[in-house]
C-alpha cells in the first residue's frame, strides 16, 4: 500500500508479456525537444506545450504561499500542507495522463521512433530550462514512449545530442546560429526550414546510422520482457488497454 494525499493506493507489480498488434505505417520520425514546443518531428509537426501545466503550477505556488504564512503545529497549517499535496498530486496525474496518451499515439503512428538523448537532470537544473521542459514532463514522456515501443514492437532510439541543432540536415554542413535563432537558412545548399525541424531530421537521420551500425549485432527490440511497476494512476487509453495478454515462460 501506498499513502498518497488524497488515500491509500494498493501497488501491483505486473509482470507479463504485453504484445499489441500493430499495422506498419511506412512512417518514421523524430522528435525534437524545443524551448516553444513539446516537440517538433520530422514532419514538420509541433505539439505545444499543454496549458495547464502553467495554471497547476500558479495553483501550487499559491498554496505554498499559504503554507509559510501559517504557524507552526496549527491545524492551518496541517490544512495547508495537505492542499499542498494534493496540488502536487493533481499536477503530476493530469501530466502523466497527457504523456501518457501522446507517447500511445506517437507510437501508433509510425514504425520507428527517434529521439535525443538528453540529460534531463542537467536540464532541470538550468532554471531558464526547468520551466520550458514543462516540469520534466518530456521525462515522462520518454518513458512512456519507451514502454509502448515495447509493446507495439516499435524501436524507439536514442541518440546523443550533437550538433543536431547546428547541422545542416539537408547538406550535413555546420551552420551555427544562437538559441534565439528560429530559422535553419543553409548558406551552403540554401535549404531552409523551422530551426527545430531541422533538429529533427538530424536526429532521424543519426538513429538511423546508429541502427545500420549495431543491426548486425543485435535483434532490434529483442526483449519485449516488461517489468512495470503499475501505480494505476493513468491509464492507457482504450485500444491499448483491452486485450491484455498473460503468457506464461
Ligand atoms: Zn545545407
Known amino acids: ?25 511506412g512512417k518514421q520520425t523524430a522528435l525534437d525537444v524545443g524551448l ?3 516537440y517538433t518531428d520530422c514532419s514538420g509537426n509541433q505539439i505545444d506545450n499543454p496549458r495547464f501545466l502553467r495554471k497547476d503550477e500558479r495553483k501550487i505556488k499559491k498554496w505554498q504561499r499559504r503554507l509559510s504564512r501559517t504557524q507552526k503545529g496549527s491545524q492551518n497549517r496541517s490544512k495547508a500542507r495537505n492542499k499542498l499535496g494534493r496540488a502536487h498530486l493533481k499536477v503530476s496525474r493530469r501530466r502523466n495522463d497527457w504523456v501518457c496518451k501522446l507517447a500511445q499515439h506517437v507510437i501508433q503512428s509510425h514504425d520507428l521512433v527517434a529521439v535525443e538523448n538528453l540529460r534531463i537532470r542537467n536540464m532541470v537544473k538550468n532554471h531558464h530550462l526547468a520551466k520550458s521542459i514543462s ?3 518530456w521525462y515522462r514522456f520518454r518513458e512512456w514512449l519507451e514502454y509502448f515501443g515495447r509493446i ?3 524501436p524507439v532510439i536514442a541518440v546523443e545530442p550533437r550538433n543536431t541543432s547546428q547541422n545542416c540536415s539537408n547538406c550535413g554542413e555546420k551552420v551555427v546560429k544562437s538559441l ?9 545548399c540554401k535549404y531552409e526550414t523551422d530551426r527545430d525541424h531541422n533538429a529533427s ?6 538513429a538511423l546510422k546508429q541502427l545500420s551500425n549495431t543491426v548486425g ?3 532490434i527490440n529483442a526483449s519485449r520482457e516488461i517489468d512495470l511497476c503499475y501505480v494505476g494512476e493513468t491509464q492507457p487509453s482504450k485500444s491499448a488497454r483491452t486485450p491484455r495478454k498473460r503468457k506464461s515462460k
Request: with cysteine.
Open 1 to 25: 500500500m501506498i499513502r498518497r494525499h488524497d488515500g491509500y493506493y494498493a501497488q501491483f507489480l505486473i509482470d507479463h508479456e504485453r504484445e499489441e498488434k500493430k499495422e506498419l505505417t
Open 201 to 206: 531530421r538530424n536526429i532521424l537521420k543519426a
Open 152 to 154: 507495439y514492437g516499435v
Open 36 to 38: 516553444n514546443f513539446f
Open 135 to 137: 516540469d520534466a514532463a
Open 180 to 188: 534565439s535563432t528560429r530559422t535553419h537558412r543553409c548558406p551552403h
Open 217 to 219: 549485432q543485435t535483434e
